[in-house]
Structures are given as C-alpha cells and as structure tokens.
C-alpha cells in the first residue's frame, strides 16, 4: 500500500463515479438551472470534511457566483453563540443547530440546497434536509449510498439523507470511507469534489445555450479577477457571504 495504489485506485474510482452518477449530474444540473433563472442562489452544507464540498460550490475560481456556503460556526459569527460551542464533537449530531443554521442563512424561496454528508445519518443534516423541503426549496444531497446503507440513522425521524433529497448523488465512497486495505486512502472529498465541478460544468453549458452569460468565478489572482468577482458579486448583495 502507498501513494501509486492510491493513485491507480482512486483513479479508477473517480472514473467510475462520474460514469454512474451521469444521469443523475444532469438531474442536479437542472435544479439548480431553473433556480438560477427564478433569481435563487445555490445554498451548500457540509460539516466536518464534507465542508470541504461546500468550498468547492461556493466561492471558488471557475464556480458558480450566486452561491453560498453555510457552516456550523454560523451559529457563532451570525447568531451571537460564544465560540465554545464549536468545541462540541457531536455538534452535527445536535438537530435543533439545524433550525438556526436556515434561521441566520440569507435564504429566499427560489434558493436551491447542496448538502454534502457521507454517512447521511447526523442530526444537523437530516433535519435541514427536512427543514428545506418543508419550505419547498429544491434539495440536492451527495452522500455515500453504500455507507448510509450501512448506518444506523441519527435522526428521530429514522431517515437518511438520502431519503430526502431530490437528486442524490452517490460518491462512490466505499463504508469508512477509505480505499486501501490498510486503511487509509480517503475517497468522499475527492469524488464529491468530481461531481461538484460534472454539476457547475453543466450549469454553466446550459445558461451559454441559452444566450445567457453565465456569472462565473475567475481566480482573484490573474489580471482583472478580483475587479470582475466584485462586479458579479454586487449583483447578489445581501444573499451570499464571503468571509475569510
């Protein structure tokens, strides 16, 4: 086991993923398309490494501007919580956090949801995953249909999140969440990150067939990236955060 298994497994991994989940790429694309053209936003989640997902929805060079990104430490820079909550392990198991995360979010009714969470069985997750749909929003989850499977739900209601969700993309990470027989090998951040760019690539195909220009990210650090985010970013004043 080292870095070249890795390479090899994980390889064929992403490739496989992004074959399977093609169908299901286009479901999300549309989502988060009509969203889009209704004036919504795309709100994405994820606590602990799925985060990492949101950072990949919002914010980033080559991304989606009318994005945003929800956090558990929300509960401490929007809604006034000392910051010691965050020294809480099982936070993300804690379902009325959930509640407070959609209360300090600048969410309007055409917004649209990317929850990332591989296990699909934490509190916080589930019942925003619920919260969301009892508001009407469109719900999309990226989850590891074979862990979740495989998981006990944490939720009082019994559901996973992708039970929930609208369109549910499948990682492909395997129970653990590791690749290797040692081990190590982390999966979900990787296929997830995959799916994340099938899904903005097909978006923007669409508004560009469409005759419109898509409001894309360009990195801050080339010529004229930042003056251009700024402008784009103006036009989503009040609806999306960013924050260092």
């Given at each position: 086991m080292n870095a070249q298994t890795y390479l090899e497994a994980i390889t064929?991994?992403?490739g496989k993923v992004g074959t399977e989940q093609a169908g299901n790429v286009q479901r999300a694309a549309d989502l988060i398309t009509e969203s889009l053209n209704a004036g919504g936003v795309v709100q994405a989640f994820g606590s602990g490494h799925s985060e990492a997902l949101a950072m990949e929805i919002a914010g980033r060079a080559g991304g989606l501007v009318p994005t945003n990104r929800i956090a558990l430490r929300d509960i401490v820079l929007w809604g006034g919580e000392p910051v010691e909550v965050l020294e809480d392990q099982l936070l993300e198991r804690r379902t009325e956090v959930a509640h407070r995360l959609y209360e300090l979010a600048p969410i309007q009714p055409a917004d649209v949801f990317v929850l990332a969470s591989?296990?699909?069985i934490n509190g916080v997750v589930v019942e925003l995953a619920l919260l969301i749909k009892e508001r009407g929003h469109g719900l999309i989850?990226?989850?590891?249909?074979d862990h979740t499977a495989r998981s006990e739900p944490r939720h009082p209601s019994g559901k996973r999140l992708s039970e929930i969700a609208d369109v549910v993309l499948d990682n492909g990470a395997p129970y653990g969440d590791v690749i290797l027989e040692n081990q190590s090998g982390a999966v979900s951040s990787v296929t997830a990150a995959v799916?994340?760019?099938?899904?903005?690539?097909?978006?923007?195909?669409?508004?560009?067939?469409?005759?419109?220009?898509?409001p894309i990210y360009?990195?801050?650090?080339?010529?004229?990236?930042?003056?251009?985010?700024?402008?784009?970013?103006?036009?989503?004043a009040g609806r999306i955060r960013r924050i260092a």
């Open positions: 064929e991994l992403v591989n296990s699909g989850a990226v989850t590891s249909l799916l994340a760019q099938m899904v903005v690539t097909e978006v923007v195909r669409r508004l560009q067939e469409a005759g419109q220009t898509p360009l990195s801050a650090n080339i010529a004229g990236g930042y003056e251009h985010n700024q402008q784009l970013e103006a036009r989503y």
